[in-house]
């Protein structure tokens, strides 16, 4: 146990320093080699990922003509109207660019051009290729389907779905052993067929969560839950929900997974459901219809400090707000401020994907 005299130096250390912005981490480390070594350490890292994934100042990252455009997603935040331009470090032009997902400020990137994968990092500008030799790390942008998350090691897991000719292979890459290797893969055949629709994973907890579409008709689709520890996957049920050409979106509110999920055409009947030790509950409906066409492949974040839904289509880029607040449901509204061909949200933090 520390004596008294440093209590208020491990307050600096445990309980200060992790909450910093990443930028101000940074200058930290000039103090003392002390802090230099302590603030690089896995411990500090894990910490400061910690309070920095339930921090007001999200952020939103688009591809723009001619670099990446970070902005706040915080409207309090004396830098909202104030975007920074990110240098593209691969050697390629920004609507080359395909955000797939994000965890702890790394982004899954995918080069179009080439089909490469690549983590990176826009604050630190660090990146690493996942592409080989073998043809292992590059994406399908029809067919393919991904998701990052941690294992209870603190090793960053990347999972990656591939189709090719309805032969379905599950990749995973190690971050820590910069390597690929395969699982078990899945033998029903409703989720081989190139008719299936998968959305980007969603982390909740120790898993991630997959919606699998056949062919949009209803009663067709399923989520899919990979444990990250036991690399296996099970499947779970969608709501029973009557309807015509129901779809769901998955999204992570207060570490519990919840289900956005719409039935019809453009004037949408929207309901939200929560899981519950694998049975789902209803948490509202929408009291009027949403007059707006929902893609399955969305990826939507949950924003702590507004309680709304960000919504990012990954086809169109199109961005979109959904007031979850149970008092006042406004339903969409379009953020047209970001519209571009490849969003993705994030927060930042000084985790490297040069691990």
């Given at each position: 146990m520390a004596d008294l005299p440093d209590l208020p130096f491990l307050v600096v250390l445990y309980v200060i320093l992790p909450r910093l912005p990443p930028k101000v981490v940074t200058q930290c480390k000039v103090?003392?080699?002390?802090?230099?070594?302590?603030?690089?350490?896995?411990?500090?890292?894990?910490?400061?990922?910690?309070?920095?994934r339930t921090s007001v100042d999200q952020k939103i990252i688009?591809?723009?003509?001619?670099?990446?455009?970070?902005?706040?997603?915080?409207?309090?935040?004396?830098?909202?109207?104030?975007?920074?331009?990110?240098?593209?470090?691969?050697?390629?032009?920004s609507y080359n660019l395909l955000f797939i997902s994000s965890l702890d400020g790394?982004?899954?990137?995918?080069?179009?051009?080439?089909?490469?994968?690549?983590?990176?990092?826009?604050?630190?500008?660090?990146?690493?290729?996942?592409?080989?030799?073998n043809g292992q790390?590059?994406?399908?942008?029809?067919?393919?389907?991904?998701?990052?998350?941690?294992?209870?090691?603190?090793?960053?897991?990347?999972?990656?779905?591939?189709?090719?000719?309805?032969i379905l292979t599950i990749w995973i890459?190690?971050?820590?052993?910069?390597?690929?290797?395969?699982?078990?893969c899945l033998e029903d055949t409703v989720y081989l067929g190139h008719t299936s629709t998968w959305s980007p994973g969603t982390l909740c907890g120790n898993s991630l969560y997959f919606t699998v579409c056949q062919g949009c008709r209803s009663g067709n689709?399923?989520?899919?839950r990979f444990d990250v520890d036991s690399r296996m996957f099970s499947v779970i049920g969608f709501p029973n929900v009557c309807g015509q050409r129901v779809l769901g979106n998955l999204v992570n509110i207060r570490d519990e997974l919840h289900l956005i999920l719409h039935s019809g055409f453009y004037n949408l009947h929207v309901e939200l459901w929560k899981l519950q030790t694998e049975t789902w509950m209803k948490?509202?409906?929408?009291?009027?219809?949403?007059?707006?066409?929902?893609?399955?492949?969305?990826?939507?974040?949950?924003?702590?400090?507004?309680?709304n839904c960000i919504e990012v289509d990954l086809m169109s880029g199109a961005?979109?707000?959904?007031?979850?607040?149970?008092?006042?449901?406004t339903g969409f509204s379009n953020l047209p401020l970001y519209e571009s061909l490849s969003t993705v949200i994030y927060h930042e933090t000084i985790v490297s994907p040069d691990l």
């Open positions: 103090v003392c080699k002390q802090w230099l070594s302590f603030l690089s350490s896995p411990e500090f890292l894990r910490l400061h990922c910690y309070f920095m688009t591809a723009g003509p001619r670099s990446c455009i970070v902005r706040s997603l915080d409207r309090e935040s004396p830098n909202f109207n104030l975007p920074t331009n990110v240098h593209i470090p691969f050697n390629c032009q790394m982004l899954c990137v995918c080069l179009k051009k080439t089909c490469e994968l690549a983590v990176w990092n826009p604050l630190t500008r660090v990146y690493r290729k996942l592409s080989n030799s790390g590059f994406y399908d942008l029809e067919y393919d389907s991904l998701g990052i998350c941690i294992d209870s090691s603190y090793d960053y897991i990347i999972v990656h779905i591939k189709r090719i000719q309805s890459y190690s971050m820590r052993q910069n390597s690929w290797s395969t699982i078990r689709e399923t989520l899919l948490v509202f409906v929408y009291p009027h219809a949403v007059h707006k066409p929902v893609s399955l492949v969305s990826s939507i974040k949950y924003v702590n400090a507004t309680g961005v979109g707000q959904i007031d979850l607040s149970m008092n006042e449901i």
